[in-house]
């Protein structure tokens, strides 16, 4: 097993031993140095590099890598906001009944990401946004940034006056000058569970986007703050009230290092079950799964699919108190870091499961396969959404599916055997 120029970025030795375990049960650490093909792990950074036209890296067909180039059309959060709106144009021009809208002009299906904002780009269209609803909070998040870094509250114009110029004008200074920021209408109604905010953590593996074909993980879990939320404008400045990411979290007082702050998704899906019911809770669920395949939609046109390539994205979904999921970011190196001993073994089964995928029967990487693997090697993933046999069903099953008619390979839902099936795209 060699790397690319010693290019691989372990972020933690967890992490290492993880990746380095699954590699040998598949026999793909090489003793002798003459080995020529590779399995390559790589950073968000290291992608670019071999990629690059400067470099002049040229993969052969026995090597795969776990990024697609232009992964960030999807990843940067103020990419994955503007494929998105350019998506549902899109279909608005064609007519796509996906695109329609209620009497207040909001996007019936299509509305799951908070109205957001370029920032310095979008300042004034941002002003002109604020003072329809002047009481409402924002949050602003640096574009090219994680783990909650950068990330601040307002709810006050006066609170950003710094990005500007002059307060006259209302103008930002030059791009070049200043980071560029996304500022989003803060979900101030989230869903609370012993009083507290949390959002999920979804993964998420496409193998291509051309034809799109993505898995869906059923393992993934919910990450709670450590401080009971309130609305109140006093605690806009206390991240452990509002942000959710471990790597804030962790270093609360109240943080629990047994459970860490998770919870399974599928408790998370039995209390919902008894507390709101199976019905409600399957339509979550279900438009939770939606979500995910309209964003890779909207970028796939954009995403460069480079044969080589496949990757798992780490989703982050906050549900509000009617039931609402919106998407929020979606994350191009989710952590690998176990903070639990749950965790460490819900990361060691994603990172099994995905390279069964990647690589079927643990056999030597062939970029030139179908890409679609036996459903025995699956292990926790199941099929989210095949293009290819969605064509085959007729250009309306996208809205049939989610209008809650019957599509679908699998048909509905089984109603007999109470278990979800997933009524998609499949």
């Known amino acids: 097993f060699r790397i690319m120029a010693g290019k691989v970025k372990w972020v933690t030795d967890i992490e290492k031993s993880v990746l380095i375990n699954n590699f040998e049960k598949r026999g793909w650490i090489q003793v002798a140095e003459n080995e020529d093909w590779n399995f390559y792990w790589m950073s968000v950074q290291t992608i670019r590099n071999v990629f690059s036209v400067e470099t002049g890296y040229r993969l052969?067909?026995?090597?795969?890598v776990n990024h697609f180039p232009n992964h960030y059309e999807l990843t940067r959060k103020d990419l994955m906001v503007k494929n998105i709106k350019r998506y549902r144009k899109e279909l608005e021009k064609e007519g796509s009944p996906l695109a329609e809208k209620d009497e207040n002009g909001k996007y019936i299906y299509l509305d799951f990401v908070p109205v957001t904002f370029m920032l310095p780009a979008d300042y004034n269209l941002f002003v002109e946004e604020f003072r329809k609803n002047p009481s409402?909070?924002?949050?602003?998040?640096?574009?090219?940034?994680?783990?909650?870094?950068g990330i601040f509250l307002i709810n006050k114009l006066s609170q950003i006056k710094k990005w500007s110029r002059d307060s006259k004008t209302s103008s930002f200074v030059s791009q070049s000058s200043k980071e560029a920021y996304v500022i989003?209408?803060?979900i101030n109604n989230p869903l609370l569970i012993g009083g507290k905010k949390f959002d999920l953590r979804l993964y998420v593996l496409v193998s291509t986007?051309?034809?799109l074909r993505c898995y869906m993980y059923k393992l993934g879990f919910c990450r709670f703050c450590t401080v009971k939320y309130t609305p109140s404008t006093s605690e806009l400045d206390n991240m452990f009230v509002h942000l959710t990411n471990v790597a804030i979290q962790k270093h609360g007082d109240d943080y629990n290092h047994i459970h860490g702050g998770k919870w399974a998704v599928s408790n998370l899906r039995l209390y919902l079950e008894s507390t709101r019911g199976k019905e409600v809770t399957n339509k979550l669920f279900d438009e939770i799964h939606w979500?995910?395949?309209?964003?890779?939609?909207?970028?796939?046109?954009?995403?460069?699919?480079?044969?080589?390539?496949?990757?798992c994205y780490g989703y982050d979904i906050i549900i509000d108190d009617k039931l609402k999921p919106w998407l929020i970011e979606v994350n191009a190196s989710p952590s690998l870091t176990s903070s639990t001993a749950n965790d460490r073994i819900l990361k060691y089964n994603l990172i099994n499961d995905t390279l069964n995928i990647a690589v079927p029967n643990g056999e030597i990487p062939d970029c030139k396969w179908n890409k679609s693997p036996p459903k025995e090697v699956l292990g926790n993933y199941e099929i989210l959404y095949d293009e290819e046999m969605a064509q085959s069903d007729g250009p309306d099953r996208d809205l049939r599916n989610r209008s809650g008619q019957s599509a679908g390979v699998k048909g509905n839902r089984a109603r007999d055997s109470g278990k979800p099936v997933l009524t998609t795209w499949k």
């Open 60 to 64: 052969s067909d026995d090597q795969i």
């Open 136 to 149: 409402s909070t924002w949050i602003m998040k640096p574009c090219g940034k994680a783990q909650g870094k």
């Open 184 to 186: 989003s209408l803060y």
């Open 209 to 211: 986007y051309r034809p």
């Open 291 to 311: 979500i995910i395949v309209q964003s890779l939609k909207a970028v796939a046109p954009v995403m460069n699919n480079d044969k080589h390539c496949f990757e």
